[in-house]
């Protein structure tokens, strides 16, 4: 059966968790709201919030450019805190998705998936690996903590639509979604333009260890 809660599903259920005060507390004393096991579809480009444009812009283009190094991401401008808290003292992280899907270093993913695609449209081997084995080893090298937050991407196309499968280890439902759906949103409409296939519309799948909203979010459940 086809998983059909929406984005307003997962508010209900965030809400309803709130209401009870059922929470997590990180290892920061804070409390969170966790939905383990998420698995809703994308059907809007935030849950909570607005996009900021002007950041995913800069963010699309910094993975584009597929360096490693935060400060590359804002030049000549504070580096989000969130990146901060990732990088290690240099500004170096591991998550620049665009290296890992698009680099010869971690084996062209993004056009082994045309490819495939492209040679065998009812293929279920479409899928982009983000993390690795070794991220074990190399979260935490020289003060880093990043490790990879989405785990793997998969693309099946079925009756003229392509579907996209995210499948995350964690994500911020407020600020990490918003940007992780304009980067998944922006590859598979790639795919779609390049593809030479009669391709009618993209579904974005979104599937989730942890799908967690920070206590200094609260506000937006009751706004």
Same mark, same amino acid.
């Given at each position: 059966?086809?998983?059909?809660?929406?984005?307003?599903?997962?508010?209900?259920?965030?809400?309803?968790?709130?209401?009870?005060?059922?929470?997590?507390?990180?290892?920061?004393?804070?409390?969170? *709201?966790?939905?383990?096991?998420?698995?809703?579809?994308?059907?809007?480009?935030?849950?909570?919030?607005?996009?900021?444009?002007?950041? *995913?812009?800069?963010?699309?283009?910094?993975?584009?450019?597929?360096?490693?190094?935060?400060?590359? !991401?804002?030049?000549?401008?504070?580096?989000?805190?969130?990146?901060?808290?990732?990088?290690?003292?240099?500004?170096?992280?591991?998550?620049?998705?665009?290296?890992?899907?698009?680099?010869?270093?971690?084996?062209?993913?993004? !056009?082994?998936?045309?490819?495939? !695609?492209?040679?065998?449209?009812?293929?279920?081997?479409?899928?982009?690996?983000?993390?690795?084995?070794? *991220?074990?080893?190399?979260?935490?090298?020289?003060?880093?903590?990043?490790? *990879?937050?989405?785990?793997?991407?998969?693309?099946?196309?079925?009756?003229?639509?392509?579907?996209?499968?995210?499948?995350?280890?964690?994500?911020?439902?407020?600020?990490?979604?918003?940007?992780?759906?304009?980067?998944?949103?922006?590859?598979?409409?790639?795919?779609?333009?390049?593809?030479?296939?009669?391709?009618?519309?993209?579904?974005?799948?979104?599937?989730?260890?942890?799908?967690?909203?920070?206590?200094?979010?609260?506000? !937006?459940?009751?706004?």
């Amino acid at each position: 059966m086809i998983n059909t809660y929406t984005t307003a599903d997962i508010k209900n259920m965030f809400l309803a968790k709130h209401m009870i005060e059922d929470y997590v507390i990180d290892k920061t004393g804070a409390k969170t *709201i966790e939905l383990i096991g998420a698995n809703f579809i994308a059907d809007a480009p935030a849950i909570y919030g607005t996009p900021n444009v002007e950041y *995913i812009k800069a963010e699309l283009a910094w993975y584009e450019s597929q360096s490693t190094n935060v400060k590359d !991401l804002y030049p000549g401008r504070d580096v989000p805190q969130a990146w901060q808290y990732t990088a290690d003292a240099h500004g170096n992280i591991n998550s620049n998705y665009g290296k890992l899907i698009y680099s010869t270093e971690f084996h062209n993913q993004f !056009l082994n998936v045309f490819a495939e !695609l492209s040679a065998n449209p009812d293929s279920r081997r479409a899928t982009m690996v983000y993390t690795r084995p070794s *991220i074990w080893n190399e979260y935490n090298t020289n003060g880093k903590s990043d490790f *990879i937050c989405t785990n793997a991407v998969g693309y099946l196309i079925r009756n003229g639509v392509l579907h996209v499968t995210v499948q995350m280890r964690s994500n911020d439902i407020v600020f990490g979604y918003k940007n992780d759906y304009a980067w998944q949103l922006y590859v598979a409409e790639q795919l779609k333009q390049h593809l030479a296939l009669p391709l009618t519309d993209i579904k974005i799948h979104w599937q989730v260890q942890s799908l967690h909203m920070y206590e200094r979010h609260f506000n !937006l459940l009751t706004s």
